[in-house]
């Protein structure tokens, strides 16, 4: 997937919101397979993520994807990114399951009667072809954020989004979609806290009040946030909140 190598790139994109400076002149590229951004909550992890994706604009500097400006044209990034949210109640738009899955085709242009072919054909290759009439409202909650993940996979992006994916799901839904992840030829950038997600990682960025403050090798980035996470824990984990 030569595609892969055109990358992710940031310039100096800083972000405000609600008057406060979130993301502080970033200038990253991203081209490797598997990438993880770690920080703790409030570092900024997810709002960069939602620059990348072009769900907001920086406020100085420039993102692109593949070239292309994720915010200013969403059609161009269609192809090129998905996004899969922590929270799929935060993802999910329509009642039942076959109309999820196919509204993501649509946008893309693939004619109705052939976006609804290529549905049928997923859910049968994933064993859940029962799926299709069903009410997403019920799914569990690991079933709804799989079903999250197959409408992103029916796009057949060539980079995906992960906000915390392994959130607040039980040990066995874990278990299968790190499987499901680590099998998929996608680029994958993962935004998460915990550092035992990252372990098969090509590099990790450790992001702390909006700015990148380590970047290599997974082992070498994750000892030092885990040093760092137990000192601040020793002490006081509120204390640099206060003000």
Not at 24 to 29: D, F, K, P, V
């Amino acid at each position: 997937m030569s595609e892969l190598s055109h990358g992710i790139e940031l310039q100096s994109a800083s972000v405000t919101l609600g008057g406060k400076r979130v993301l502080e002149g970033l200038t990253l590229r991203l081209t490797e397979a598997r990438i993880g951004v770690l920080g703790r909550n409030g570092s900024g992890k997810t709002t960069l993520l939602r620059l990348i994706a072009g769900l907001i604009a920086p406020d100085q500097g420039r993102v692109r994807v593949e070239g292309a400006d994720p915010f200013a044209d969403r059609k161009a990034v269609l192809a090129s990114l998905g996004i899969l949210f922590q929270n799929p109640d935060h993802q999910i738009l329509f009642p039942t399951v076959e109309e999820e899955l196919g509204f993501g085709l649509l946008q893309q242009g693939v004619a109705k009667s052939e976006a609804a072919s290529r549905v049928a054909g997923l859910l049968a290759a994933e064993g859940r072809a029962h799926w299709a009439k069903a009410p997403v409202s019920t799914l569990s909650q690991g079933q709804r954020h799989y079903l999250c993940l197959l409408a992103v996979l029916l796009m057949e992006p060539r980079t995906i989004l992960l906000d915390e994916p392994l959130a607040g799901l039980d040990l066995p839904t874990q278990a299968r979609l790190a499987r499901r992840f680590a099998a998929l030829p996608q680029r994958l950038v993962t935004i998460t806290h915990d550092p035992a997600v990252l372990v098969g990682a090509d590099r990790v960025l450790w992001l702390e009040a909006g700015r990148i403050v380590a970047d290599g090798p997974p082992g070498q980035v994750i000892a030092a946030f885990t040093a760092e996470m137990g000192r601040i824990g020793a002490r006081d984990a509120d204390a640099d909140l206060a003000g």
